[in-house]
């Protein structure tokens, strides 16, 4: 096929790639290491490459040619040659976890800068031309928190703001958003943008010793949107996993009776809205996307009734019958929830709140909280992607994957939420990763620009590639077959070559 001759740069992605080192095995998919892949887009041509990331925790497995760094699925247990002191010291060392550096899950860019980020506190720095692994950051010598999402959010100044948890700091646990700004004052041109990172504001965690998990958030021109979902990380577990012999993610659990509670917090004031939102329980990994309209919030997000989806990657699990065998029993649904910040505070209990078309509602209590019901939009996708751009504004499309019963995506669809139609793209055998979107230098619309997906094949024949798609029409553009075997990756993003530092500098 042709490509557009705009479309210059780098398509960078990551996700696990390692899961066997010696004669040991990880036990979950998302436990692998870390293999970052890049396409290259110069002048027509696409050119790929693909490199470990060479975390601590990748040079200290290879060296003793097996798992001794834990990851969340799979506990790694000292040398059994130690002496009892050594292990007696390394079980109490566990009490609380020195987490991982296996940063595997995305790409985050601050200023010039590019990292490989998971949930922990570290993030590792990586140039994206070579995909060499630069230097390691602790989140945690900068904020107070213990894990943070690997799905920030850019502000048009150009800040990183992310969320973290800060477990039992203080005799308090909470949530914690905080910004990283892209540049450092000039006059301290040698100090990191870490440096100067700083809290936007705490959200208390309704539970001491049980946070909830999240995997991202929301933001609106004004508001963060927080969701505190009852599926929670059981801190008294963790702490005692390492000497009971069990994984972290046997220490989450999903509490069905619970509520899943709305946190909006103002990001002038810092305060958060003082009435008390919330809605069923649910679990949920993706936003989508969210923004304001006449006194409401409104926000998108891909939910379930369970938490099977984890279940489903361990490895076990993942065999030739794979597909077959394994069927979600929670349906990911494109949730909308439309959440009336500005009400008539005299109205009646058991009157719904919310003044725009739509079929979401929003219920007075007699306690004076405030019951959300979601419009569901549709059915069976994941991995949403959004023009972001449209980010925190009123949009009409998404770009995500296709999963049916399995979660394993077959299909790459194009949704207008305020339409419902749907495009496709897919063919047999094919596996489509995240689509990202690129938007065409001199875009007018929403869906001005291209689609760019790795697909990988289940047929051991047919090569993986990597499709261009027309993002307003859906129909392929060209493709580029990669001879090499290519991994189902995760997320990533899109580096214009504007972005990209030149080797001198």
Request: hydrophobic share 35%; with cysteine.
């Amino acid at each position: 096929g042709q490509l557009p001759t705009w479309l210059q740069g780098i398509l960078l992605r990551n996700g696990p790639g390692m899961h066997t080192v010696g004669d040991t095995k990880y036990n979950h998919w998302f436990d692998g290491l870390a293999l970052l892949h890049s396409f290259t887009f110069k002048n027509g041509e696409v050119y790929y490459r693909s490199k470990y990331l060479r975390s601590d925790t990748y040079n200290c497995n290879i060296e003793a040619n097996r798992i001794v760094v834990s990851e969340f699925g799979t506990m790694a247990y000292p040398d059994p040659c130690k002496n009892i002191f050594a292990k007696a010291f390394t079980y109490l060392s566990h009490t609380i976890p020195e987490f991982t550096d296996n940063c595997l899950i995305n790409i985050m860019k601050t200023g010039d800068d590019f990292y490989a980020t998971s949930e922990t506190n570290f993030i590792r720095k990586i140039n994206p031309q070579t995909l060499e692994t630069l230097e390691k950051v602790d989140y945690s010598k900068y904020v107070a928190v213990n894990v943070a999402t690997s799905h920030p959010h850019y502000d048009s100044a150009g800040n990183v703001l992310n969320m973290g948890t800060s477990i039992v700091d203080k005799g308090k646990t909470k949530y914690i958003l905080f910004k990283i700004p892209p540049t450092v004052p000039e006059k301290e041109k040698k100090k990191c943008c870490f440096k100067h990172l700083e809290v936007v504001c705490s959200i208390p965690s309704r539970s001491l010793l049980q946070p909830s998990y999240y995997h991202s958030f929301g933001i609106t021109e004004n508001y963060i949107v927080f969701i505190e979902q009852p599926f929670k990380l059981d801190i008294l577990k963790m702490a005692t996993a390492y000497m009971r012999g069990v994984n972290w993610a046997s220490c989450l659990a999903y509490h069905k009776e619970d509520k899943t509670w709305f946190h909006f917090v103002d990001k002038k004031t810092k305060k958060e809205a003082t009435t008390k939102f919330y809605t069923d329980a649910m679990v949920l990994f993706h936003h989508i996307n969210a923004y304001e309209e006449d006194g409401h919030i409104i926000f998108d997000i891909i939910g379930y009734t369970d938490n099977s989806l984890y279940d489903m990657f361990y490895l076990k699990n993942l065999n030739k019958e794979f597909e077959e065998n394994n069927k979600l029993t929670s349906i990911p649904t494109c949730k909308r929830f439309v959440v009336p910040l500005q009400y008539d505070k005299d109205a009646e209990v058991g009157c719904n709140l919310v003044t725009l078309p739509s079929t979401a509602t929003a219920v007075k209590d007699k306690d004076g909280s405030i019951y959300c019901q979601p419009e569901i939009l549709c059915e069976g996708i994941e991995l949403p992607r959004i023009n972001y751009d449209y980010n925190a504004k009123k949009y009409k499309y998404v770009f995500a994957t296709e999963v049916q019963w399995s979660p394993v995506p077959t299909k790459i669809v194009k949704f207008n939420v305020q339409t419902k139609e749907i495009l496709h793209w897919g063919e047999d055998h094919c596996w489509p990763s995240e689509p990202i979107f690129v938007p065409s230098p001199d875009a007018r619309e929403e869906d001005d620009g291209v689609i760019l997906t790795c697909v990988v094949t289940s047929d051991p024949k047919e090569a993986p590639f990597l499709l261009v798609l027309d993002a307003k029409t859906f129909q392929e553009l060209g493709r580029a077959t990669v001879h090499v075997e290519m991994h189902l990756d995760l997320h990533g993003m899109f580096i214009p070559e504007k972005d990209l530092k030149t080797e001198t500098e």
